[in-house]
């Protein structure tokens, strides 16, 4: 499950349409507005032409429930239902709602059927969200029995919900003996929301943006944190949940969405007849959480968070500053999409407003946490300002914000910018992806939330023309604009953020004066009644729960054969092509592999970086603005970036690679490729200044990921203490590479890295260890000759007799690495040595990790002990890995990793269980994928139809007595290495095989 801050994906500028008053649908159904379908009536039809859809909207008769249908010829159909949540108190009610209803219902009162569910269908996406002000439960499958499966699952969780309060208290929070056998160990505060939330707000950046969203708008909803303080969390009760549920989980205060080819009525029928068909309306509980607009002030107001120091970066550069107005209505949708479209000329880009006065002088490190248009809430908002500051940069900060605003209404905006954002919108309407309907329902749904209309927010051709006739008859629009929402505008917030020396040590007394006053006014029968409770909640995770109740599908429900994707191999001035025909709607997808594992091990610790600057730093002809102009112009830029890539047939043997990546509308290509001719011909590093920008944006950047991609980090951190590959990659991408682009941020003379980027680009912008691919439709010879143009332009000659570079395994004795980081919560990995793909073993691995995720860790390690997650994977590098994620036991956490081998075989496992798991590694392996991306197996890794059929017999053939094998084989393996990142922990017994790096120290 997942708890959304105020910026639930990107902008729905990729819709559009024309309204008409009937249409039929792809299943030959016609609906008329006014037409009643069992029980709903049709209130609004509307094709939208661009992607091949017609949008429904419908309303329930009794209940007054909404409905939302886009019938596509999409295979990945999804379904959702919300709810308008608006808490007022920072209790975290809504999160832990939405983690408690799904923990058993009336006709599955299993504990957990949401969890079990992922192992009981071929869903591709399954979750459940929470957001300042609406909660909502979706999930995409291309199966249509696994579909009413699971909308009978989410359905009945959401309007029958079990709420224990054992559950409640598993998920939300309680007061528990630290070791439940123990009476005498001390109580604690435990719960899964309540320590995901410590987590979050051990996340500076989490900080801010929590905060500027409560200040900015402070009267009503998101004046709180609807996830929860985690101060606050323990103030609410069991009752209070319940009370909420019922009142607000109501069919009239719902939203319901659905999306893709199967059929509409089948979906209205069965939501209907099972859940709808006897509610009666309530209008109040719409009236009730309606989120009205926010006063505007008659002055600006100011506002100073504190927040924790931060190892990874300077200790003069940890403070921000960022400048916020209040916007538009979210419901007035033309205004919305044309203050989306200033946003972008005012932050994106080098050519940008904001970017060119605040990012290049270098002030900061980058733009601040909160910068951005934020357009998911009733009030839309705009703020910009930078991290990475001297608390004595601040008044210079705010007068350059002044002097922005007033030299853009003086001087306009260039009209090349605006058409390239409007090019940018173009070709994401014709960019198809996998999830397009998931997309789709993040885009609509804050609109819809507040009864805007969202058929009109998908009209994006009529905005665009709306928009272009008001710049074509007002020239200064968008400056008036800027007058409005920026210069004179009153409800102005600046809000700044410095670190404390004692914030870690206030929270600590914060957390135990909360304990404390929970616990005075215990009597000794109020604690043996926590004792018990603890006991008792233990035993209802340890027993054997009865799942016959959950449907599910099975193993034969699954094709037994690969897709086969058509390819044309060619080989075009020497150099391999892979051409991939597909149905890509008008754009052509281009992507290179260049060998670098010729590179001398100091280039190769740069080659990162190099990635992240080499398209834009600028060209010999053209400086970084010129160029960056025409990229946006004719493409959807171009991506340079490092890859290690592991031999599927070969233990420790990868390809070192540089990966370039782009895609433009077909009428570009010529464009497209003349531009990565320059970038190859021209390509240069001396702009000191730029590249200084580039280093500090990259820096700041790394140093702000740990905290949310903590796992990852120690994933790769205890891997790399068993597997050489992974050691390279935690080289190029794990916390070391974070400490030494700290390093380089911090040098006053950066021309020695600028002349060894210089020396990559020089032996590795050729031809020579390259192989490249077009996806295209079949007919557009257009591309295969830009391509050819660019080959033939270009140095080298294509020599590469062995991709693959085999690397000796290193004996470390450090098997043990504990990065401690001043967090609140932990995030632990176990690796082991596992198999390559090809390996016998590889596939009973890969089903008992799924297996001990599901059975084993999950219970273990979130259930009982309250981390927000933990599982078992197996990588294509051949490590095996379990981890945990925002955890408060770590030493309990590596106690349950180093008990999985004996937990398996003291497991009695059944055949159901391990048909389980098969589907669950299917849902990986069978998820739908998008044109663009159909051949990248192949292009990528050498995994041809052959190796990915027989990884799926593999798979199918899978028996139990293979896993116990494995078991014993692999889990038992004395060579392992352990990660642990997060806050000093004397009770984790440092032996001689731990290394401690306090990053506090260096």
Sequence with gaps: MLRLSKTLNKHRANIRGLSILKTKTSNDTTFEVGQVVEGFIVKEVRPVTDFQLTALRLEHQKSGADYLHIDRNDTNNVFSVAFRTTPKQSNGLPHILEHTTLCGSKKFPCRDPFFKMLNRSMANFMNAMTAPDYTFYPFCTENQSDYYNLMSVYLDAVFNPMLRESDFRQEGWRLEHKDVDDKSSPIEIKGVVYNEMKGVYSDNQQIYNEHFLNYILPSNTYGINSGGDPNVIPSLTHSDLVAFHRRYYHPSNSRFYSYGNFNLENHLRFLNDAFLKNCSADPSIKDETKVPNEKRWATSKRAHVACREDPMVPKDKQSSLSIGTLWSDITNTQETFELAILSRLLLNGPNAKFYKSLIEPNIGTDFSAATGFTDQTRDTFFAVGLQGLNTSDFERVESIYEDTIKSAIK????????????????????????????????????????????????????????????????????????????????????????????????????????????LTPLSDA?????????????????????????????????????????????????????????????????????????????????????????????????????????VRKSTGGLQVSQSIIDSPRNLFNMKESVILNSHCLDKNVDEMFDLWKQLFTQVTFEDENRFKTLVQEEASSLANSISGSGHMYAMLCATAGINPIDAQRETYGGLQYISTMKKIAQIDDLK?????????????????????????????????????????????????????????????????????????????????????????????????????????????????????????????????????????????????????????????????????????????????????????????????????????????????????????LYFSNTNFAKALIGPANNGINLGTNWNVTNHEDL
């Design 411 to 518: 001087e306009g905006f260039d009209n090349r910018d605006i058409d390239n954002i409007l090019h940018s919108v173009e070709l994401s309407m014709r960019h198809q992806t996998s999830n397009f309907g998931l997309q789709l329902l993040y885009g609509t749904l804050p609109i819809w939330n507040h009864d805007g209309n969202i058929l009109d927010s998908m009209c994006v051709s009529e905005k665009i023309d709306e928009f272009k006739k008001k710049i074509s008859n007002k020239p200064n629009y968008l400056q008036s604009l800027v007058d409005k929402y920026l210069l004179n505008n009153n409800h102005k917030l600046i809000m700044t953020m410095s670190p404390e020396n004692n914030f870690e040590e206030l929270r600590k007394e914060n957390e135990e004066k909360l304990l404390k006053e929970k």
């Design 526 to 630: 109020d604690k043996e009644n926590i004792y018990q409770q603890g006991l008792e909640l233990r035993k209802q995770q340890d027993a054997i729960q009865d799942v016959t109740c959950l449907p599910s599908l099975s193993i034969n429900d699954l094709k037994k054969t690969t897709d086969s994707v058509p390819l044309i191999r060619e080989n075009i001035d020497n150099t391999p092509v892979f051409i991939f025909p597909q149905p890509t709607n008008q754009v052509t997808y281009f992507r290179s592999l260049i060998n670098t594992s010729h590179l001398s091990d100091d280039l190769k610790t740069l080659i990162p970086l190099f990635c992240n600057v080499v398209t834009r730093m600028g060209t010999k002809s053209m400086d970084f603005r010129q160029f960056d102009q025409l």
């Design 752 to 968: 020695p890295i600028m002349k060894k980027l210089e020396k990559i680009s020089e032996i590795i912008l050729n031809k020579n260890t390259m192989k490249c691919s077009l996806t295209i439709v079949d007919n557009n010879s257009t591309a295969v000759k830009g391509l050819e143009s660019f080959l033939n332009t270009i140095a080298g000659n294509w020599d590469l007799s062995n991709e693959y570079n085999k690397i000796d395994k290193q004996d470390n004795n450090v098997k043990c690495f504990h990065h401690v980081l001043p967090f609140s919560v932990n995030y632990c990995a176990k690796a082991l040595p596992g198999v390559h793909y090809a390996h016998k073993d590889f596939a009973p691995l890969k089903v008992l990790c799924k297996y001990m995720s599901s059975k084993y860790l999950l219970p273990t390690v979130r259930e009982k002990n309250g981390a927000y997650g933990s599982g078992a994977s197996l990588s294509m590098s051949g490590s095996i890995q379990m981890f945990s994620y925002r955890d408060p036991k770590p030493i309990e956490t590596f106690e349950a990793f180093d008990g999985a081998c004996n937990w398996v075989n003291n497991k009695k496992i059944t055949i159901e269980e391990l048909n389980e798991a098969k589907l669950a590694i299917f849902q990986g392996i069978d998820h739908p994928v998008a044109p663009m991306s159909k051949g990248n197996a192949l292009f990528f890794n050498d995994m041809d139809q052959q190796i990915r059929q027989e990884h799926r017999n593999q798979i199918m053939n899978v028996k139990i007595d293979d896993i116990l094998n494995v078991a014993n």
